[in-house]
Every structure is written in structure tokens, then in C-alpha cells.
């Protein structure tokens, strides 16, 4: 018989272009998912609604009612304070600003509600649930069609002075580099990122090198993403292949910034584009070993996430979690 019922919480992951809801347990099991999309043209109002159904849904889905949760939790993409429970602007929510998104959810769902940032989240549910269980000192970075990343210092999330840290994406590596979506040049994410990736690939389709990288597009420019470069690099295509190893050159680049600044005793990578695997990866921590101090390096270990699309739910659960106790101690600490 089990001493501790597992607790029941319900996470959120706000993404650009999909919401992920679920309704886990304390223990990391996922009871129900509903996925929905985002909408984000539509305006903030109209993904809070969006968001509320599908904490609905995912309710019904488990069998359970809002009064059995200790807690909600959401993972948004973009630069948020947990404190204020304010997402201040999103390169993925367009014409977001300063939206009070944690006390919006809250009060619709009648629970107590709590906001973090997506990478935080999935950072957090690579802690408590997945490859970086355990860990002390480690940095989880998603590579996608963006980067982002989520640093834990003594077990803990290391949020900064506002809530805002953690966006390694946007550190610069190249200062002359692509614009990116933050109105910064050379970012980490213009340069090793699924959308780098895809712009690269057009670019040398477009100068006429030969490649069979547009036979995987239907013949269409615009239809070549990083799927489709990774799909002719399993076929043998060389630009496909080199275009690969310069993106994970500059995986690696970024690695060893983070290395040489943290000195992690663990860096778990996730994300659509690591799914490339060791063609991508291979070369990253080859530069990366070549580029940051020997001592630190050979203290890292790297790991692939485990968690796969549900690191940033099961993250918001544990971040809720974890703040819902929080919360309880410091009011049993006030009355007594
Ligand atoms: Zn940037």
C-alpha cells in the first residue's frame, strides 16, 4: 500500500505553434493529453480560451475534476517572470506583451496556477522525470526551429534577476551573422538550429550546387526544410551532409561557451533537429572538445533527452509542483 498518493497536476506547454495540456501525477505519469493549436495571430484572449478547453479535454480525458489537482503549471515560449506571472514578449507569440498570463488561467480554471518558461519547463522535466535525474549542475538545450535551454544550478532552475535566464539561443556567436527573430545578429539559433538548417540549404539550392536536396521537396525551394536535408544526408547526398556537419559545428561552438561558463556536470539535448542524431551531433562535440578548457570538458557528459514532446508538460507539473510546497511552507510558517 502507498503511503504518499501521488499528486495530480496539470501541465501546459504554450508553444508558437501547438499546446500541449496533460494531466499528470507526481510521479511523472501521464494520465491524458490533449494537443490543440496555438492560433497566436488570433490574439492572447483567444489562446486563453484555446488553452482552458484543452485543460478541459484533458481533465475529462482522465477521468478527474479540477478539485482533485494541487496545482497548474504552464511552460510559455518566451521570456517570462514567474513572480509576476507575466509573459513579457515571445518571438513565437507575435504582438504579445506584458500578457498576465498566469492569473488569466487561474481564474478561469478555478486552481491555483503557476508560470515558467518553456525550456525552464522542459529543463525541469528532464530533472525530475527523464535523462538528467539526479543531476546537480546541468543544462538542457532544445534545438528546434529555434534554441532554447533551461540551466540548473544545485537542483535548482536558475531564473536571473527578472525570471528571463536561460535563453541560450540568443547568445552571439557570429556578431556579423543572420538577423535573427530577436532583432540580434549571429544569435546561437540563427546559426545551429533546424531553421539555420533549412535557410542554408536553400541558399546552395538557390547558388546551384548540385544536390539532389529538392528531389525530397517536391521540386519546391520553399518546401525544403531541415526534415527534408536530413532525409537526402540519409540518402548519401553531400551537400545534405556537409550542410549537417557545418550546423553541427556550430552546435558545438555554443557547447563550449556553455561548458567554459558553467562547467555542467551534464548537458541534455532535445529538440526536433537532435533527432538527426550523430550526424549532427558527432561533429558538435568534436568543436565543442576543441574549443572549451580540456578540465571542463572532460567533466561534462552529454545526453539525449528522454522525455521526447512531453519534457515541457511534465516539467510545468513539477514546476507547480514544487511551487504549490513552496507556497504551503511559507503560509504554515506565517501562522505558526
Ligand atoms: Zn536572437
Request: charged letters at 25%; aromatic letters at 6%; hydrophobic letters at 40%.
Amino acid at each position: 500500500m502507498r503511503r504518499n498518493p501521488a499528486e495530480l497536476a496539470l501541465g501546459i506547454d504554450l508553444g508558437g505553434t501547438k499546446i500541449l495540456t496533460a494531466v499528470a501525477t507526481s510521479d511523472g505519469e501521464v494520465l491524458s493529453r490533449d494537443y490543440t493549436e496555438t492560433s497566436a495571430e488570433k490574439g492572447y484572449k483567444a489562446v486563453i480560451e484555446s488553452i482552458v478547453a484543452s485543460a478541459n479535454r484533458a481533465l475529462v480525458q482522465a477521468g478527474i475534476s479540477v478539485g482533485k489537482l494541487a496545482a497548474v503549471g504552464i511552460g510559455a515560449a518566451g521570456l517570462s517572470s514567474p513572480e509576476a506571472g507575466v509573459l513579457f514578449t515571445s518571438p513565437h507569440l507575435p504582438g504579445w506583451h506584458d500578457v498576465p498570463l498566469r492569473d488569466a488561467i487561474e481564474k478561469k480554471l478555478g486552481k491555483k496556477t503557476f508560470l515558467t518558461n518553456d525550456a525552464n519547463a522542459a529543463a525541469l522535466g528532464e530533472l525530475y522525470f527523464g535523462a538528467a535525474r539526479g543531476a546537480r549542475n546541468f543544462i538542457y538545450v532544445t534545438i528546434s526551429t529555434g534554441i532554447g535551454g533551461g540551466i540548473v544550478i544545485d537542483g535548482k532552475i536558475y531564473a536571473g534577476a527578472l525570471g528571463t535566464a536561460g535563453e541560450v539561443g540568443h547568445m552571439t556567436i557570429d556578431s556579423d551573422g543572420p538577423l535573427c527573430n530577436c532583432g540580434n545578429k549571429g544569435c546561437w539559433e540563427t546559426l545551429a538550429s533546424g531553421t539555420a538548417l533549412a535557410r542554408e540549404a536553400r541558399h546552395k539550392v538557390k547558388e546551384g550546387v548540385r544536390t539532389s536536396i529538392l528531389k525530397y521537396a517536391d521540386s519546391d525551394i520553399n518546401k525544403v526544410t531541415a526534415e527534408v536535408v536530413h532525409r537526402a544526408a540519409v540518402d548519401g547526398d553531400a551537400l545534405a551532409r556537409e550542410l549537417i556537419t557545418r550546423t553541427g559545428y556550430y552546435v558545438g561552438v555554443g557547447l563550449a561557451n556553455l561548458v567554459n561558463i558553467f562547467n555542467p556536470e551534464l548537458i541534455v539535448i532535445g529538440g526536433g533537429l537532435s533527432n538527426i542524431g550523430d550526424m549532427l551531433l558527432e561533429p558538435a562535440f568534436k568543436v565543442a572538445g576543441e574549443r572549451a578548457f580540456r578540465q571542463s570538458f572532460e567533466a561534462v557528459r552529454f545526453a539525449r533527452a528522454e522525455l521526447g514532446r512531453d519534457s515541457g508538460v511534465l516539467g510545468a507539473v513539477a514546476f507547480a509542483l514544487e511551487e504549490m510546497k513552496k507556497k504551503d511552507a511559507s503560509e504554515s510558517k506565517r501562522r505558526s
